[in-house]
Nanobody, 124 residues
Framework: QVQLEESGGGSAQSGGSLTLSCAVS??????MAWFRQAPGKEREGVAG???????RYTDFAMGRFTISRDNAKNSLYLQMNNLKPEDTAMYFC????????????????????WGQGTQVTVSS
């Protein structure tokens, strides 16, 4: 049974930084990703990576966010820099053991394990 628990969310000023962590109990998924959901909006992919370190970022995350994993600590991270008010959302980590193509790495239905989320609020 894989369980995911996010932490590190909170409040930040525009231009600030936050680092999210996702602790995984069980086997760290071959494919892992961060998603987010703002009030009244659909959940969207932020960044994903596989066990070989191949990463994919959505356009708004490119150049500002960095996804990484530490297999020894069974953890996934999301370093977020230059935060903007539109980054305000609940952030979720997700894991999958089955094969996911690079093109599908940020599609939520590819993932079968999810955390409860951590709230990020960015003020201007």
């Amino acid at each position: 049974q894989v369980q995911l628990e996010e932490s590190g969310g909170g409040s930040a000023q525009s231009g600030g930084s936050l680092t999210l962590s996702c602790a995984v109990s069980g086997v760290l998924g071959t494919y892992m990703a961060w998603f987010r959901q703002a009030p009244g909006k659909e959940r969207e992919g932020v960044a994903g990576l596989n066990s070989n370190g191949i990463t994919r970022y959505t356009d708004f995350a490119m150049g500002r966010f960095t996804i990484s994993r530490d297999n020894a600590k069974n953890s996934l991270y999301l370093q977020m820099n230059n935060l903007k008010p539109e980054d305000t959302a609940m952030y979720f980590c997700a894991a999958a053991g089955q094969f996911i193509t690079f093109q599908r790495l940020l599609r939520q239905w590819e993932y079968n394990h999810w955390g409860q989320g951590t709230q990020v609020t960015v003020s201007s």
